[in-house]
């Protein structure tokens, strides 16, 4: 069974005139239910994540910051990032559904699961809000798995077309949590070069896979499967997280590396023969970037389409 996670909350994330915007999970919303897709997956009920699980990963004061922002009616924390008054709670809602789809299959209650939240997370650092992420959603449930669930092997494959700064940040020194990133380069935010691999016990549980503008679909997904094999050989996770990001869709206003929906089967299916060898199977998928909200919709359709026919 597949575990789908949505709240309507999720649309009071009030980002203005803004590409992050509630559209974006309507539009999603719609085509799942449209094509009964919804309907196939089981919807859990969950709690807004903790302070201490937020704290696994962001600095108090971090945290105290969006909750003061949200609580005197919003705020702009950089050119990028918004807040509203309801913003803080919806982000510890977002984490919290990571971390449950965490606990749920870590439980056996089904195989994979699909976390569709906003505001998105991996640039999120722990001391600060980055590129229209507050709390680092997937390390949040990373740190998760590794803390209350004492697993030592842990895989995050981010394919969103920015490089998860925020997610590689948390884990750089970390052995126990694989960072898997293929992303546009050069390109925003900056991060992600291919000599970035990690440091003390964390050498080689980072890999990077820049990706210049204009390389062929099919080169993408070649390397993305020759380079994730290798890698995930290398982890042998126990439990396969992704950053599920879409704006390389090529219509994508921000992002674009050329790649069609289809390909996101392609991507969904390498990652579920990578858990399906070391992970028994389990992934668990949290939204990240994607900005053309009908191409994003029928994006994340192909990709639930994939995690659902596993189980
Ligand atoms: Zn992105």
Not at 24 to 32: A, H, P
Not at 46 to 75: C, F, K, N, T, Y
Not at 110 to 131: D, I, Q, Y
Not at 160 to 183: A, E, I, K, L
Request: glycine residues 10%; hydrophobic residues 40%; aromatic residues 8%.
């Amino acid at each position: 069974m597949t575990l789908l996670y949505y709240d309507p909350r999720f649309l009071d994330h009030d980002t203005g005139h803004h590409p992050e915007q509630p559209e974006r999970l309507r539009q999603i919303i719609d085509q799942l239910q449209s094509t009964g897709l919804a309907a196939r997956c089981q919807r859990p009920t969950w709690q807004p994540a903790s302070r201490e699980r937020l704290q696994r990963v962001h600095e108090p004061g971090h945290i105290d910051r969006i909750a003061a922002i949200s609580q005197r009616g919003g705020g702009q924390l950089d050119p990028d990032t918004i807040v509203s008054a309801a913003s803080y709670d919806v982000a510890c809602l977002a984490a919290g559904a990571a971390c449950d789809a965490v606990d749920r299959v870590l439980a056996g209650e089904g195989k994979t699961a699909l976390c569709l939240v906003r505001p998105p997370g991996h640039h999120a650092l722990s001391e600060r809000a980055m590129g229209f992420c507050l709390f680092n959603n997937i390390a949040v449930a990373a740190s998760v798995a590794r803390d209350e669930h004492q697993l030592d092997r842990v895989l995050i494959v981010d394919w969103d077309v920015h490089h998860g700064n925020g997610t590689q940040d948390t884990f750089y020194s970390d052995g126990r949590v694989g960072f898997f990133s293929s992303h546009r380069w050069p390109f925003y935010p900056g991060t992600g070069a291919g000599d970035e691999t990690g440091t003390g016990d964390g050498l080689g549980a980072t890999l990077n896979l820049p990706v210049t503008f204009g390389t062929p679909r099919e080169v993408y997904r070649e390397r993305f499967a020759a380079a994730l094999e290798k890698f995930a050989a290398r982890i042998r996770p126990q439990l396969v997280l992704v950053s599920a990001g879409f704006d390389s869709h090529r219509a994508d206003p921000i992002g674009s590396l050329g790649l069609e929906a289809e390909d996101f089967a392609e991507l969904t299916k390498l990652v579920l023969n990578v858990a399906a060898v070391h992970a028994e199977g389990r992934v668990v998928s949290i939204l990240e970037g994607g900005y053309n909200p009908p191409v994003l919709a029928e994006c994340v359709e192909t990709h639930i389409h994939k995690l659902i026919r596993t189980d």
